[in-house]
């Protein structure tokens, strides 16, 4: 790419703002389904549009994908994310920085709160298995991780990581029906801070696919993963914020 800083989508030739977009209506598959889908389009500014798949999906529900051109451009100077602000270090790195600074175990306990169940993610987090061709935090030699699964009550991980001494904890949200992530993660938050006086208080960390990482501060923790992280970020993150970066004062959880 140039160094241009306004950009329109891709489709067929380059800048045509031609974008795909698939949703379903609560409608069987039939002519007026395609009308319809052809008003929502038009309605979210696709101009021209067409449908190009649809598809019944059980009874009264029809699933389409539509190809069309929106005019929207997009400012690269306006967008905003979250950019890795420690460095991205090597295993042997991370077990030497937490052995020689903090000369003790760095203890870290994770798993899903509330009715979730979808433990992959964290798993891939904190398994030795890991993902994406990295080991999880359970092969750090000098990290001792607690994994307490799926459906975690707030309550039963605040009392885990005071009676491990946490350092960090770690907890993943992938539902996000009826924004239950938001609920649940604000919910944890304020558990950890009515439990724990701060200079005491793990660090509290979030990960979902779904989740805006700019939203760490509404929510009440100390930072989010997104979509995509591996094992070796969040450790590295671990020992920017628990062991370079300040003198520590977690792990006294009492
Ligand atoms: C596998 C799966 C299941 C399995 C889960 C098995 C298990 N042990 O985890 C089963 C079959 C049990 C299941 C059940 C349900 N599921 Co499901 N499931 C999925 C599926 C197909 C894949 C999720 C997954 O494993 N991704 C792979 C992992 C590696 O990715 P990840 O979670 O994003 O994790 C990465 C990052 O996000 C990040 N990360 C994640 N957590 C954390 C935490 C920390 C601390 C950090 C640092 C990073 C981090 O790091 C990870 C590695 O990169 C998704 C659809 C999809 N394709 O995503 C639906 C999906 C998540 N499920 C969904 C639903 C609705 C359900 C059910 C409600 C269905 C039902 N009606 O019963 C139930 C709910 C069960 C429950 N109580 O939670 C919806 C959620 C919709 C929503 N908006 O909330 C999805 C999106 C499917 C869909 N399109 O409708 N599901």
């Known amino acids: 790419m140039t160094?241009?800083?306004?950009?329109?989508?891709?489709?067929?030739?380059?800048?045509?703002?031609?974008?795909?977009?698939?949703?379903?209506?609560?409608?069987?598959?039939d002519k007026r389904a395609e009308g319809a889908a052809l008003q929502l389009a038009a309605k979210m500014g696709l101009d021209p549009a067409m449908v190009v798949h649809a598809r019944q999906m059980g009874d009264g529900f029809?699933?389409?994908v539509v190809y069309g051109r929106v005019n929207?451009?997009?400012?690269?100077?306006?967008?905003?994310v979250v950019e890795r602000d420690f460095p991205l270090l090597a295993p042997k790195e991370i077990n030497a920085l937490i052995r020689q600074r903090l000369r003790r175990k760095l203890v870290v306990v994770g798993g899903?709160?509330?009715?979730?169940?979808?433990?992959?993610?964290i798993d891939a987090i904190l398994n030795l298995k890991?993902?994406?061709?990295?080991?999880?935090?359970e092969y750090y030699r000098e990290l001792r991780v607690f994994n307490l699964g799926a459906q975690v009550a707030v309550p039963d991980l605040v009392e885990r990581a005071r009676?491990?001494?946490?350092?960090?904890?770690?907890?993943?949200?992938v539902v996000t029906q009826r924004d239950a992530h938001l609920h649940n993660t604000r919910e944890m938050a304020a558990a950890f801070r009515e439990a724990i006086p701060a200079d005491r208080r793990p660090l509290l960390i979030v990960g979902g696919p779904r989740f805006d990482e700019l939203a760490a501060a509404e929510l009440g923790?100390?930072?989010i993963f997104g979509r995509g992280t591996t094992p070796?970020?969040?450790?590295?993150?671990?020992?920017?914020?628990?062991?370079?970066?300040?003198t520590p004062a977690r792990g006294a959880a009492a």
């Open 221 to 223: 923790v100390d930072r």
């Open 130 to 137: 890991g993902i994406a061709g990295e080991k999880g935090l």
């Open 163 to 173: 009676a491990e001494k946490a350092d960090a904890v770690l907890v993943s949200q």
């Open 112 to 121: 899903c709160i509330g009715t979730d169940a979808h433990t992959v993610g």
């Open 62 to 64: 029809t699933f389409f």
């Open 72 to 80: 929207h451009l997009v400012d690269l100077s306006a967008v905003q």
């Open 232 to 246: 070796r970020e969040v450790a590295s993150y671990l020992v920017h914020a628990i062991v370079t970066s300040r």
């Open 3 to 29: 160094g241009k800083t306004i950009i329109r989508p891709y489709g067929d030739t380059t800048g045509d703002g031609m974008v795909q977009l698939s949703f379903t209506l609560p409608i069987p598959s």
